[in-house]
């Protein structure tokens, strides 16, 4: 069932109906990328350095002017190192405006006899991807902690982000046909297959470059996902659209 629904959803990744969102998604995602980008770096610039020279760096002779560059070395890796560790929700906020869009195209051309989702309403979908954005971040923090304690460092991080991202997506994808309630408590019945295709979605998103594309693969995967489901227990009521 999982491995079926990440199949379809990475063949609607290069459909034509999916172009216009595709490109969508990733000019947002690059450019929220950039803006993050100078924004940590013009921060360091202007309130981290100034410190580091002043207090861990006061009066180096000339001699030692490689600390300098040493610093700057070690700097730019850190700035690097929060820009991955934002990447996750950064994507997470993005798909919460084009979900829909996704979602709408696969329901058109893979599950045509049956009635279409209804969109989430626009403030709704803002205030949900708000509000995740901080939990993103928070499970982010605590898979950094995490990375100094060997052995865990890497599950840690396809756990917190394969729950979180898994619960965010399923529950996106669900409420198109259910209330709010409904889709938690759907999701929550079956936490185990959500999580196992979350999974999934943070493989996805450790790939370099090709994790620009994780909204859209995540979308897909999860409609797909949220049909079989629905069509495996039945016993959910569904919104009537």
């Known amino acids: 069932m999982i491995f079926d629904a990440a199949r379809r959803s990475l063949a609607n990744l290069f459909a034509p109906e999916t172009r216009g969102v595709f490109w969508k998604v990733i000019g947002l995602t690059l450019l929220a990328l950039v ?7 013009e921060s360091f610039i202007a309130f981290a350095w100034p410190w580091l020279q002043g207090t861990v760096m006061p ?16 700097a730019s890796l850190g700035l690097a190192l929060g820009l991955a560790l934002l990447l996750a929700p950064v994507t ?12 709408e195209v696969i329901e058109k051309r893979d599950y045509a006899t049956e ?14 991807s708000v509000k995740f954005l901080g939990i993103v971040i928070l499970g982010n923090l605590i898979a950094l902690f995490l990375l100094f304690i060997p052995g865990v460092n890497l599950i840690a991080f396809f756990l917190v982000n394969g729950y979180l991202l898994g619960r965010e997506f399923f529950e996106f994808a669900a409420m198109r046909y259910r209330t709010p309630a409904e889709a938690r408590l759907f999701r929550a019945k079956h936490a185990s297959t959500v999580l196992l295709a979350g999974l999934l979605v943070a493989a996805f998103l450790a790939i370099p470059i090709v994790n620009l594309l994780t909204p859209l693969f995540a979308a ?16 959910f009521s569904l919104r009537q659209n």
Do not use: C, N, Y
């Not at 001699?63 to 070395?73: N, Q, R, V």
């Not at 009635?115 to 949900?128: D, N």
């Open 115 to 128: 009635a279409p989702g209804t969109a989430l309403p626009l403030g709704q979908a803002i205030a949900g």
């Open 59 to 74: 009066d180096l002779p000339e001699w030692a002017g490689w600390l300098t560059f040493i610093f700057g070395i070690i």
């Open 35 to 41: 803006v993050i980008w100078f924004g940590l770096r």
């Open 92 to 103: 997470a906020i993005i798909a919460g405006f084009f979900l829909d869009d996704v979602a």
């Open 220 to 235: 897909g995967l999860m409609v797909h996902l949220h049909k079989a489901l629905s069509r495996k227990d039945p016993g």
